[in-house]
């Protein structure tokens, strides 16, 4: 199995008011595949995932020590353009949060900020974006409603569509079905292993047969620390540390 | 035992219903009274005429002056206030973490300015404007009210924007928008209607304030025309009318009185109406 | 590498610190600009004859407040009297005993209360409450009243602070946890003594800080006052007595007398303790507040 990294972390430190989140995570997630960070809750998951594209500096009191390389370049340098980063990479959270504003808009929003302007050009790809969401069908007679109209699964569809429509690399999703009905999340997770071909998805679960279904490429986080990562089959089957098989045998959750 | 128990908290419950009662009967009185008093004297003149020779005397004439004086002085301070408080309310919550120093410096500043009594603001705004050159003008009055209006409208502004999830923030951040983006084209969006309640609240504080405009905004006859005019406002005409010995000047307040509080009503209304149109987009 | 909308977005930050800060500084010019103003009353009269002699006579440079002064309190204080009991009561009835329709159609009742002109209270306190203070109240206790009196001026005020007593007060009870509620009714005690015992208890801190909020917009309140106090500069001795708070002195004088000397910097003087004594309010009230939040935690 050879990859090669998209994404990098030397070193990466967090804390939140004096108390480490994350402890001296070294890591590679590999390209074009999709990567799961598994782990009990609280043990800082989300706070890795969020680190991709400094969402974690929004916070009060948060300090990041240490870098994130993607493609080669330290996201956390100053002279990177903070937005041209988070374009790089979508994210998806637990709950679809739409923008206050139509469907159409919705998908329009990310291109438009970022300087397309023509009407037939964002048409077409509010088409594409719906479509690659698996929501075009549904939605495509009432483009100008509310989004907040749309059922929470076909809202997690369009965040996912209006992720993709700022054109990322990286597709970032923290625990993206929890919120939802079975249904939809096996829509959801079909959507994912479509995408893969096209973008790095790394997605944060706590439901570990989803982490079995979907990933290629596995992280176990504990207590802020990376116990150990590789390829999924490997994790799943023979895990090196003690702790890591008693998570996965549900000795401790 | 059981039933003195009972006595006990049926006597309590008796003071409670009464006070409740004490309470809505003040409000349901003092309406009542308004538009008792009011309707008496109301009269199509009182609203589309200006006072003529000899008004306050019991002459003909209505507070039209009045009514536009307070709409338009209250309307310029509110735009006025929204240009403050607005861009405040944004850049404590999204350029600032919502809890830091400076975000809670700038909160316990529109406390303690939403605390102070509006006689002050009159007070401070007349020096101001003597310290400026200013008379007492439309202009005067809009400096009052806007300093009088801003830490109401950045309260109620600074909560809305408060309750804006996390997680939408971030949904916009993801997509490559700036924070100025993020502030201005989601967040106001996803706050609308606390804008839209805390821009009526205030300008309802704003027209019904008699305290700030009594020395900063003068008297006149005339609807004012130019910023460097005095203006009429609509609670000093009620209060001067009052002061007259005159039966028939005195009705005129009253009626005058049935005036603001009919725009402060409908104010109120609209406030509600809006907020319930406006939420079809907000995912709660 | 920073992109053009980089650079609007730096920018607008600095406009909008620039207009935040300009905003958060209001209350210090306005401290800073009432101090200036009544420095040259304080420099002729010391303070102790400001606060404690009632010799009130501009035109012989003598600015003792003291009758103001007790206006004040006298009238602050009776409406305490009167709103305090009120609004705790209907608070507590709204929040435990109310059927759920009364409490919601007394949201926007508070509202529209709140929302009222002092103005209109004024008119009202003058067409109700004068007359009722000079022919009930009055003659009751075989007294002779104006009408416009310290009574008339605390009547109105209470009407004017029930709103926000009421309301802080029934959210600090909405803060109190249900299990509170479960625990006490489940060892057998009644609703009321579960109220009296338990939620009373917890919810103390809360209601001083409602109640201290209401009173600051009692003390500053101007133009209701100012109508049905009577406006007499002599200390009173019963609440049927007229008065002169400071607010209705600021009012009445401020900007038509300013051509004796000293006069308008005895007002604005009147108007920086106003100021201050708000702020005490505030702070104490605050300081009230942020206990039961770090008790609660």
């Known amino acids: 199995m050879k990859e090669t990294s998209h994404l990098r972390t030397e070193n990466l430190t967090v804390s939140y008011g004096g108390a480490e989140a994350l402890k001296n995570i070294n890591v590679e997630i590999p390209e074009k595949q999709i990567t799961a960070i598994i782990g009990p809750s609280g043990c800082g998951k989300s706070t ?43 994210l998806l959270s637990q709950r679809p949060y739409p923008l206050p504003m139509s469907i159409y808009d919705n998908i329009a929003f990310g291109p438009r900020i970022h300087g397309m302007k023509k009407k037939a050009g964002l048409d077409r790809l509010v088409e594409k974006y719906l479509s690659l969401a698996g929501l075009w069908d549904e939605v495509k007679d009432r483009l100008n409603e509310p989004a907040s109209r749309l059922s929470i699964g076909q809202q997690q569809r369009l965040c996912l569509a209006r992720g993709l429509a700022v054109e990322p690399e990286i597709i970032l999703a923290d625990e993206p079905t929890s919120a939802l009905d079975p249904k939809s999340s096996q829509k959801i997770e079909e959507e994912f292993k479509k995408l893969k071909s096209d973008y790095t998805i790394i997605i944060v679960t706590h439901i570990l047969r989803q982490a079995r279904r979907l990933a290629d490429y596995v992280l176990f986080i504990y207590l802020g620390e990376l116990i150990e990562h590789g390829p999924s089959r490997q994790i799943f089957e023979s895990p090196r540390e003690q702790v890591t098989r008693e998570y996965i045998q549900g000795v401790i959750s | ?24 009967g003040s409000l349901v009185l003092i309406i009542g009274t308004v538009i008792y008093k009011g309707a008496g004297s109301m009269s199509l003149d009182m609203i589309t005429s200006t006072p003529e020779g000899g008004y ?13 004086g307070s709409l338009i002085l209250t309307g310029i301070a509110t735009v006025a206030a929204i240009a403050l408080a607005l861009p405040l309310a944004l850049y404590i919550n999204l350029y600032r973490a919502r809890r830091s120093r400076f975000a809670e410096m700038v909160r316990l500043s529109m406390d303690f300015l939403w605390g102070i009594p509006s006689i002050v603001y009159g007070a401070f705004g007349f020096s101001v404007m003597i310290f400026l050159g200013i008379r007492a003008s439309l202009l005067g009055g809009i400096i009052a009210v806007t300093l009088l209006i801003i830490p109401i409208m950045a309260r109620a502004i600074d909560e809305a924007v408060s309750l804006v999830p996390r997680e939408l923030l971030d949904s916009s951040y993801s997509l490559g928008a700036t924070r100025f983006e993020a502030a201005f084209k989601i967040v106001v969006r996803q706050c609308l209607p606390g804008i839209v309640s805390a821009v009526l609240i205030a300008f309802g504080r704003g027209i019904g304030d008699a305290a700030s405009v009594l020395f ?12 460097s005019e005095p203006a009429a406002t609509l609670p000093l005409a009620i209060f001067f009318q009052l002061g007259t010995p005159f039966p028939e000047v005195r009705d005129r307040a009253y009626a005058s009185a049935l005036i603001l509080t009919v725009i402060i009503l409908a104010l109120s209304i ?14 709660k | 590498m920073a992109g053009k909308r980089s650079i609007r977005d730096a920018r607008a930050g600095r406009l909008m ?73 209907s608070a507590i009835y709204l929040s ?73 007060t029934i959210e600090v009870f909405h803060s ?59 200390i009173p001795h019963s609440p049927l007595d007229a008065g002169y708070p400071l607010p209705a002195l600021i009012a009445n004088n401020y900007g038509e007398m300013l051509s004796i000397p000293l006069y308008d910097s005895a007002l604005m003087l009147a108007a920086l303790v106003l100021f201050l004594i708000v702020i005490m309010f505030n702070l104490l009230s605050r300081y009230i507040l942020s206990r039961i939040n770090l008790r609660a935690a």
Request: aromatic share 10%; proline share 5%; charged share 15%.
């Open chain 2, 56 to 68: 306050y005397l019991g002459k003909k004439g209505g507070i039209l002056n009045a009514i536009a």
């Open chain 3, 17 to 89: 610190f620039f207009m935040t800060s300009a905003c958060a500084l209001i209350v210090v010019f306005m401290a800073a600009g009432l101090l200036i103003k009544s420095f040259p009353v304080l420099r002729a009269n010391s303070p102790a004859q400001i606060l404690f002699s009632d010799s009130w006579s501009p035109l012989k440079g003598e600015f003792g407040m003291l009758a103001f002064i007790a206006g004040t309190v006298w009238v602050t204080g009776l409406s305490a009297l009167i709103a305090m009991p009120v609004s705790l009561f």
């Open chain 3, 176 to 234: 109190i946890p249900g299990e509170l509620r479960d625990a006490s009714l489940s060892l057998g005690a009644t609703k009321w003594q579960t109220i009296k015992l338990v939620l009373l208890r917890k919810a103390l801190p809360g209601i001083i800080a409602a109640n201290v909020l209401g009173f600051s917009r009692a003390f500053g309140e101007t133009m209701a006052v100012l109508m049905v106090a009577g406006n007499i500069p002599a």
């Open chain 3, 96 to 168: 435990e005993y109310a059927p759920s329709w009364l409490r919601k159609i007394s949201r926007p009742f508070m509202d529209v209360l709140a929302g009222i002109p002092s103005v209109v209270f004024g008119v009202w306190g003058i067409l109700i409450i004068v007359p009722l203070v000079r022919d009930c109240i009055a003659p009751f206790f075989g007294v002779y009243s104006s009408g416009y009196s310290i009574l008339a001026a605390s009547i109105v005020l209470a009407v004017m602070v029930f709103p926000i007593i009421i309301q802080i």
């Open chain 2, 1 to 24: 035992m059981t039933s003195r128990k009972k006595i006990e908290e049926l006597f309590f419950k008796c003071l409670m219903v009464l006070s409740l009662l004490a309470v809505m």
């Open chain 2, 216 to 227: 900063t905004a003068g008297f006149s006859d005339r609807i004012p025309l130019s910023l």
């Open chain 1, 48 to 90: 890795l995932l969020k680190s991709f594209n400094r969402l974690l500096e929004e916070n009060d009191g948060v300090k990041i020590s240490g870098r994130v390389l993607v493609d080669g370049a330290d996201i956390y340098s100053d002279s990177e353009d903070i937005t041209c980063i988070r374009k790089k990479m979508g």
């Open chain 2, 270 to 283: 609209t406030a509600r109406v809006l907020a319930s149109r406006f939420n079809r987009h907000i995912i």
